[in-house]
């Protein structure tokens, strides 16, 4: 099977830069996704990474490493609405279902 | 592209009765997934269809839980003689083979909004 470690819990102020890690061990490893949740929301998908180097998307960038099976998300210009749970999941090869981390609670204060 | 639908969106029942889910994915979208989440958990898969073929399912599943997607659109998730245990988050989500990302080749997954269900 697949496991996939987080931090539970990060607070951070308001234009702040958030880095949330994540670490796998897992067989066939194909690639890692990250997903962010509000509260009683739908899981919503922020990026994708199966290739070493960093992936920037507006605020949010991801990372990847494979030789060393750790990724992380970097959230900068930290806003309000950026208070929610974010999910490292990582996809095997041949196979399409995820496997999701236990998630990341961000609350970004005033 | 009216995204992923899920109905009902809250369901209470009371311990042995059945229940049943509707998920709509996205209209083009040839694979269908179901997940369970309970409270500070990430989802946990269920089962996963592609088209109307369903192909893989989770130890999770018992004997109780069986999905259906009849014509390869919609999918029903169903479970007998509820338990206090299946309370949780049912999320559906659906993909389309396809590329996003560096390195390609994923096809990513768009989730409903869940249904909750509490088993009393």
């Known amino acids: 099977g697949q496991s996939l470690e987080q931090p539970s819990e990060v607070t951070a102020v308001e234009g702040a830069i958030v880095q949330i890690n994540c670490t796998y061990q897992?067989?066939?490893?194909?690639?890692l996704s990250w997903y962010q949740q509000h509260d009683g929301g739908a899981p919503t998908f922020l990026s994708y990474n199966a290739l070493d180097g960093l992936e920037e998307t507006g605020r949010f960038s991801s990372f990847l490493s494979r030789s060393d099976s750790y990724g992380y998300l970097l959230l900068q210009e930290l806003q309000m609405k950026d208070s929610a749970s974010y999910f490292c999941?990582?996809?095997?090869?041949?196979?399409?279902?995820?496997?999701f981390g236990a998630g990341t609670t961000v609350t970004v204060r005033a | 592209d009216t995204g992923v639908s899920q109905d009902p969106r809250h369901k209470i029942t009371k311990r042995g009765q059945n229940v049943t889910f509707r998920c709509d994915p996205i209209s083009e979208h040839n694979r269908l997934y179901w997940y369970r989440q309970t409270l500070g958990q990430g989802p946990e898969f269920l089962t996963y269809f592609q088209n109307e073929a369903q192909l893989e399912k989770s130890r999770l599943l018992s004997d109780r839980f069986s999905a259906e997607r009849p014509k390869g659109s919609f999918s029903t998730l169903e479970i007998q003689r509820t338990e206090q245990g299946d309370s949780a988050m049912y999320l559906c989500?659906?993909?389309?083979?396809?590329?996003?990302?560096?390195?390609?080749?994923?096809?990513?997954?768009?989730f409903g909004p869940g249904t909750r269900l509490t088993v009393l």
């Open positions: 989500a659906s993909s389309q083979p396809g590329t996003s990302g560096r390195g390609g080749g994923t096809d990513t997954q768009y």
């Open positions: 897992t067989s066939g490893f194909y690639g």
């Open positions: 999941a990582v996809r095997v090869s041949n196979d399409y279902k995820l496997s």
